[in-house]
């Protein structure tokens, strides 16, 4: 598993190569409370988006257990965590 450093120098390595150079950045990244997990990378424009996740711990996640303990409550959670990142994504888009 590489570090959060590691693909901070290798997207700076990329700037302004191929879709195809971009593939080299699969893979885990540690950071210091969770780790990214990249598992596909958009192949070219028109291609499926790139797909990346979020591993962490319960305790650093802040998230109660009685807010996933039925599949009902996990999806709630995943669908309240993902909008909010959307909203906070484009906040810093402008």
């Known amino acids: ?15 302004k190569k191929s879709y195809s150079a971009y593939k080299s950045l699969k893979g885990e990244y540690k950071y210091d409370n969770y780790i990214l997990s990249i598992d596909h990378v958009q192949s ?7 797909k990346m996740r979020i591993v962490m711990p319960r305790k650093v996640s802040g998230i109660p257990e009685e807010l996933t303990d039925t599949k009902d409550k996990e999806i ?13 994504v484009r906040k810093r888009e402008k």
């Open 76 to 88: 709630a959670v995943s669908d309240f965590l993902t909008r909010n990142f959307y909203k906070e």
């Open 1 to 15: 598993m590489k570090n959060y450093r590691e693909l901070e120098k290798t997207l700076i390595s990329l700037e």
């Open 44 to 50: 070219d424009p028109y291609a499926p988006p790139s």
